[in-house]
């Protein structure tokens, strides 16, 4: 990184900061479920987008995340903050274990067996021998927390920064992550597994960790979303919470770290946008903008930003070459 | 003993209509290797269809006639309009295409239809007529599939379009240089797939109503089912279906209980994957490196 895209992003989480103490406390809860969002997408993203891996049920980790912190805070009386750890461990230590047996299985089989796992893990969520913990049917609900030190700020004002300094670590981590050994390793398997083994990377190892770290993320956006939330369902999480997220990395750009974003950005504000038409508006604008994605722009929002910028900087160069 | 046997049969009854959805699954993975997310949601917008012409007053079998024609055109046009343009492309596309469809289709029965539950008629009377273990829709619904089965084998063995279409499917190449239009062919096997799926969306309306997300979990039972049997074998489909409903009702019943059914196809799907991708009647699959 330049030294001039390292102002621009400082500039841009300042940016970002600013937002609780310009909108109402409802449009702050919305962008705190956007930073919530981001967080997923990114964790589906180095999955699918930089390792290749499809999954179709990353809403099951998001489940594990939010079902962990809010088990943690009634159960166990934990403070909100100390359960995100926690959560990152269980997510991690879940997508691992699926990753191991979904390393014999690539591109549509991988896509089918995380289906059957978003498809069925409402009811599991369900299962009556975990109600003591769980709360069956009716859920968890979970207090908000309020801002520590007696800082003047409002409880969603403080959560939606608490949220942000996590979204900001996250990000920062996961660039770390994708421009290192390990990244390299992952976009040489995405793009020719047998090169990459050839090359002495070991694939099974990178192919789970990478299951791994991308549960991982999704699932301390589970926690997040659950505190953000303060409630907990086994039907708010069923399979459209993972075709969600799928839409979201396909809309924001694959493969690309700021397209968690405007993917998070998309899934949070079009479907409040679109309810005004009717119930089912927002998954039709879904199905269609797919659609309308995968033959027109492939490389989602993220790409054709990329595009834009590349296109302004020639003219840029060609106008002070001509002068 | 005796209620032992009432949940087989019930198992078979409903192992029937996932039988049905496989045999679509794998009508399309036969023709073009791919795995039809969208396949449920298909069946169901097809039921809706049904439902609106038995609700506009007419009688139940020439409106699921009329409906399985339907489903027939309705699978050509997706193909033709949607798939086509990706067909060549990386999986990851293939799948996010499907979801899209799975989404649309979901969405737009829910916009014309509304979310509200509505009952379904079924074909067969009320009272059982096929001894006391087994309700006359359940047996109906085997018998149903048991039919479709047969004229779909009597249709690859004995036409020549069946033929054309088998060849299409095994040598695109050599099928076209004999002049088969492997394009028409292809469409052909996502419209007999689309209207396999309305008859098992027309057989499941009735037990679990009809509501826009009703095939989520049947979908989810043909998938294990069609893997269980081999996903390139239409007998194979079949077997699975019985075998998977005949599974998830006696171990819902007498083991892990009801709310665990649909854990049982999860740990099925990941279990025959995992250990015998070929199914129990499928071809193993070489690729070379």
């Known amino acids: 990184m330049s030294r001039r895209q390292i102002i621009l992003v400082a500039a841009l989480v300042l940016a970002a900061g600013a937002i609780p103490f310009l909108v109402s406390d409802y449009r702050t809860f919305q962008f705190t479920l956007t930073l919530v969002y981001a967080i997923a997408l990114l964790g589906l993203n180095l999955l699918t987008g930089y390792n290749g891996q499809i999954s179709l049920g990353h809403g099951a980790f998001y489940a594990i995340g939010a079902y962990t912190a809010a088990i943690l805070m009634d159960q166990y009386g934990m403070p909100y903050w100390a359960t995100l750890p926690f959560a990152a461990l269980v997510c991690l230590v879940a997508g691992f274990l699926f990753g191991l047996p979904a390393l014999r299985l690539e591109g549509l089989y991988l896509a089918l067996a995380t289906f059957a796992l978003g498809v069925s893990l409402p009811a599991l969520l369900k299962y009556h021998h975990l109600e003591k913990w769980t709360g069956g049917v009716q859920g968890i609900v979970i207090n908000k927390p309020d801002p520590p030190f007696g800082l003047p700020i409002n409880p969603d004002q403080w959560l939606y920064l608490f949220t942000l300094a996590v979204a900001v670590l996250m990000f920062v981590l996961a660039w770390n992550l994708l421009r290192g050994r390990i990244g390299r390793a992952m976009i040489a398997i995405r793009d020719q597994h047998i090169a990459a083994e050839a090359m002495g990377i070991n694939t099974a190892m990178v192919k789970s960790l990478a299951f791994g770290v991308s549960a991982m993320y999704t699932g301390v956006a589970g926690a997040l979303g659950a505190i953000a939330i303060q409630y907990v369902a086994p039907d708010s999480f069923n399979i459209f919470v993972s075709i969600v997220f799928l839409v979201g990395i396909v809309i924001g750009g694959l493969a690309s770290i700021s397209g968690a974003i405007y993917g998070a950005l998309f899934i949070q504000f079009v479907p409040n946008i679109a309810d005004e038409i009717s119930r089912a508006a927002p998954w039709a604008i879904f199905g269609v903008f797919l659609l309308v994605f995968v033959y027109l722009m492939p490389m989602g929002v993220a790409g054709a930003v990329r595009m834009a910028l590349a296109r302004l900087a020639r003219k840029a160069q060609n106008r002070s070459q001509s002068t | ?289």
């Open chain 2, 1 to 289: 003993m005796d209620a032992f046997l009432h949940q087989v049969l019930a198992g078979l009854a409903t192992g029937g209509i996932y039988a049905s959805l496989a045999l679509a699954l794998v009508m399309i993975y036969q023709a073009t290797h791919l795995v039809n997310f969208a396949q449920g949601e298909m069946a169901m917008f097809a039921t809706y269809f049904a439902w609106s012409l038995i609700n506009a007053g007419m009688p139940y079998w020439p409106a699921f006639l009329l409906t399985v024609v339907f489903a027939f055109v309705l699978g050509v046009v997706i193909e033709r309009v949607i798939i086509r343009p990706v067909e060549n492309s990386p999986v990851l596309v293939i799948v996010v295409v499907f979801i899209a469809l799975l989404v649309i289709l979901n969405s737009v029965t829910g916009w014309v239809f509304s979310y509200t539950i509505k009952t379904f008629p079924s074909p067969f009377p009320a009272e059982p007529i096929f001894g006391q273990y087994i309700t006359s829709h359940g047996g109906g619904a085997i018998g149903v599939t048991l039919v479709v089965l047969l004229l779909l084998y009597a249709f690859f063995r004995f036409t020549p379009l069946g033929l054309a279409m088998r060849a299409a499917a095994q040598n695109p190449e050599s099928a076209r240089l004999v002049g088969i239009r492997v394009g028409w062919m292809l469409a052909l096997g996502w419209g007999l797939a689309a209207a396999i799926g309305s008859v098992a969306g027309m057989m499941v309306a009735p037990i679990v109503f009809l509501d826009p997300n009703m095939m989520g979990g049947v979908l989810l039972y043909a998938f294990a089912a069609a893997l269980v049997g081999g996903i390139d074998n239409p007998g194979g489909a079949v077997f699975g279906g019985f075998l998977v409903g005949v599974l998830e009702n006696v171990l819902g019943a007498f083991v892990i209980g009801n709310e665990l059914k649909l854990a049982v196809a999860l740990v099925l799907i990941i279990g025959v994957l995992v250990v015998k991708p070929s199914g129990i009647f499928g071809k193993v699959m070489v690729t070379r490196v």
